[in-house]
């Protein structure tokens, strides 16, 4: 990958390779995708003070307590926010840690799912991604 | 115009433009590099990332694992099993589905 450098990858949820379908070795995005989502991540970091970070892969049932565990594995979870993503379950899981949620209301995250989802409803996985980290940075400036 | 002539202006030179157009709108297609689609399998490896930026390259220690050391690997079927460990702290967010 190109920006390979630039992200941190975990294997964290991977269960290893499917035997009865392949599975790719890359990510869904292209480079170009993973540009615009690394631009649009730095730029909620940067705007907000908080670590955004987005999971793409598969979350085991049940989905919000997985996504919460990954959310704790972040080093600051209190200050982070997490974008979990599973496209083969079609669920989309935000979790905001304990700081984070005072500038992050719940009503303003379902918002942003509403638009991300939308977008993943289209198949644009990385449109969506970075239409809620604007929302969701968006929001959390204007507390 | 001879049979030949006929031939080549009303059957070869339409297939070969038929052809060239066919190429265009498949072509393209076939060299795109696979997408997810909505109801489709997602086979694509699980990807996590934080921003190149962000201030977790200053604790890099925490993120990276000190040398030599591995992680115990998750046991087949535990995918990203909640962390009972970690200590539970109020969290808020959202979920949707599609």
Avoid at chain 1, 98 to 109: F, I, T
Avoid at chain 2, 23 to 41: D, K, Q
């Amino acid at each position: 990958m190109v920006l390979g450098e630039q992200q941190t990858a975990h294997d964290v949820a991977d269960t290893g390779p499917d035997a009865t379908t392949a599975v790719s070795v890359d990510g869904p995005f292209t480079s170009r995708q993973l540009f615009r989502i690394d631009k649009a991540l730095g730029a909620a970091d940067q705007e907000t003070g908080f670590t955004f970070s987005i999971y793409v892969g598969a979350l085991a049932e049940p989905t919000r307590a997985t996504a919460a565990g990954l959310h704790s594995q972040l080093t600051d979870p209190g200050e982070s926010v997490l974008i979990a993503i599973s496209p083969e379950q079609r669920i989309l899981e935000i979790v905001t840690g304990e700081h984070a949620a005072h500038r992050l209301p719940d009503r303003a995250c379902a918002l942003a799912a509403l638009s991300m989802t939308a977008a993943f409803g289209g198949g644009d996985l990385a449109g969506g991604v970075v239409t809620g980290l604007q929302m969701l940075s968006n929001q959390a400036r204007s507390h | 115009m001879t049979i030949t002539q006929t031939v080549l202006v009303y059957v070869v030179i339409p297939a070969a433009i038929a052809g060239v157009l066919a190429l265009f709108v498949f072509g393209a297609g076939a060299r795109r590099a696979p997408r997810y689609r909505p109801g489709r399998p997602f086979a694509f490896a699980p990807v996590w990332f934080v921003s190149a930026t962000a201030k977790n390259q200053a604790n890099t220690d925490h993120v990276a694992l000190p040398a030599g050391e591995e992680r115990p690997a998750l046991p087949a079927g535990a995918s990203a099993a909640p962390a009972a460990a970690q200590p539970a702290t109020k969290k808020g967010g959202a979920r949707g589905t599609w």
